[in-house]
């Protein structure tokens, strides 16, 4: 099965980036697609960026603009761009990919904590 590792997180101030990369194994099939969830403190998770097998690429609101997607789909890995930071994003990012029939499976790593004053 398909296994997940964020790395990249950390602490700046905002206005500053950092680049989230996920490690991903264990895949199956290559036409599903990952994406980027967060989740802050008292919050609900949401959903952050989405890439596809094709690479069509999605991004929620608050960070359309300044956040970027990417993947290396043979590799299965995939990235976050993140720049002008503030403090709303402080969250931890949680990377989530779809294998399997259908990719109806999915799966999420550890996640990496975020955090921007």
């Known amino acids: 099965q398909v296994q997940l590792v964020e790395s990249g997180g950390g602490s700046v101030q905002a206005g500053e980036s950092l680049k989230l990369l996920c490690s991903g194994s264990?895949?199956?099939?290559?036409?599903?697609?990952m994406a980027w969830y967060r989740q802050a403190p008292g919050k609900e998770a949401e959903l952050v960026s989405s890439?596809?097998?094709?690479?069509?690429?999605n991004y929620a609101d608050s960070v359309r603009g300044r956040f970027s997607i990417s993947q290396e789909k043979t590799k299965g890995t995939m990235y976050l761009q993140m720049n002008s930071l503030t403090a709303d994003d402080t969250a931890k990012y949680y990377c989530?990919?779809?294998?399997?029939?259908?990719?109806?499976?999915?799966?999420w790593g550890q996640g990496t904590q975020v955090t921007v004053s």
């Open positions: 989530v990919a779809w294998d399997g029939l259908s990719c109806s499976e999915n799966y």
């Open positions: 890439i596809r097998s094709d690479g069509r690429t």
């Open positions: 264990g895949y199956i099939f290559s036409t599903c697609g």
